[in-house]
Nanobody, 126 residues
Framework: QVQLVESGGGLVQAGDSLTLSCAAS????????MAWFRQAPGKEREFVAA????????YYADSVQGRFTISRDNAKNTVNLQMNSLKPEDTAVYYC???????????????????WGQGTQVTVSS
């Protein structure tokens, strides 16, 4: 089992950058594939990005491709989401998620992930 705690959210202006971090507990962190999801007010939670266990493969939603970068540090039990060129439509609560299964380009459903953090708010003003 793994516990996830997100940090790094805040209020920024359009065009700014922000880095989210997710700290995971447990000595088996490297066995989990990780992902970020987000949920805007009144909308369903949606996939943002995923990374496999080694960090060698990453996957992104079309809406963030080229602007966001997911990375992980297995020595520090962390996964980060570097967000550049932020837009007002990126405003949401961002959630970290983990799964013991492998992830693929198709691993965009909430059902693919077993563990979730509590979320961190990102607000982008225009």
């Amino acid at each position: 089992q793994v516990q996830l705690v997100e940090s790094g959210g805040g209020l920024v202006q359009a065009g700014d950058s922000l880095t989210l971090s997710c700290a995971a507990s447990g000595r088996t962190y490297s066995r989990y594939a990780m992902a970020w999801f987000r949920q805007a007010p009144g909308k369903e939670r949606e996939f943002v990005a995923a990374i496999n266990r080694s960090g060698g493969s990453t996957y992104y939603a079309d809406s963030v491709q080229g602007r966001f970068t997911i990375s992980r540090d297995n020595a520090k039990n962390t996964v980060n989401l570097q967000m550049n060129s932020l837009k007002p439509e990126d405003t949401a609560v961002y959630y970290c998620a983990a799964t013991y299964n492998a992830v693929y380009r198709s691993s965009t459903s909430l059902r693919n992930y077993d563990y979730w953090g509590q979320g961190t708010q990102v607000t982008v003003s225009s």
